[in-house]
């Protein structure tokens, strides 16, 4: 006896909105943050003075994150809208012509020409708005662009990553902050680009290479400067 199995399946695209601004954020928080550490722990600082730059850098670069993300997000979303509602105008005033241009858009995917314009005035007569906006602007619920929540993802992991290298800063001897620091970022960079990876069904070994490189150039670049400056001023 045969079963139908009625089910839900789970695509990791459904995840790109917020791991990007996960990803992003936390990445930001650890190599922003850790480079300040160590470019200013390299001018020979005081402890104080380390860890005052280091919180400073965190507090900071979560409000910019924050207000990055939600401007850049929000100009997708106008943007987004605006072609919405120019296809709502152009759904109104010339439906046959729309038909025709979702019909073409199949047959360019492989359809037959009649089957194509069935498919076209089915979908349409279901959700003709919602068939242009998936199909000819390419929007989707997966894709839509959400302000506020990449704004909050953002400053929420931020402050995370950030909290890590400032964490090993407070726990080192003054002596030795700027190794293990260094040590310890690249150590949460890996691990932040595996979990990545893995969220977004990717190579957990390339991920993880690609932010640990990066993120040592970072901080190889703010240790030379604060070592030059230090030793100017």
């Keep these: ?39 200013v722990a390299a001018a020979s600082a005081a402890s104080s003075d380390v860890l005052i730059a280091g919180a ?99 400053a929420a992991t931020f402050s995370v990553g950030a909290a890590l290298p400032l964490a090993a800063a407070m726990i080192a001897p003054q002596a030795s902050v700027t190794l293990a620091v260094a040590v310890a970022s690249l150590l949460f960079l890996a691990a932040l680009g595996a979990i990545g990876a893995g969220a977004g069904g990717a190579s957990l070994w390339r991920a993880s290479a690609r932010v640990t490189i990066w993120g040592a150039i970072a901080m190889a670049l703010t240790a030379g400067i604060g070592r030059v400056v230090g030793a100017a001023v």
């Design 56 to 154: 400073a850098g965190l507090v900071a670069g979560a409000m910019s994150m924050a207000a990055g993300e939600y401007v850049s997000v929000s100009s997708q979303q106008d943007t987004e809208t605006a072609d919405i509602e120019r296809e709502r105008g152009e759904l109104a005033s010339d439906v046959d012509a729309e038909i025709e241009e979702l019909a073409g858009i199949y047959r360019g995917r492989g359809l037959d020409a009649e089957t194509a314009g069935i498919v076209a005035r089915q979908l349409m007569a279901h959700d003709a708005l919602g068939a242009h906006a998936r199909d000819e602007l390419g929007i989707s619920a997966f894709t839509t662009a959400r302000p506020v929540q990449a704004a909050l993802t953002s």
């Design 1 to 39: 006896m045969s079963r139908l199995h009625d089910h839900s399946e789970r695509h990791l695209v459904s995840r790109i909105g917020w791991l990007r601004a996960a990803v992003m954020g936390a990445n930001d928080g650890i190599v922003s943050t850790a480079s300040l550490i160590i470019g």
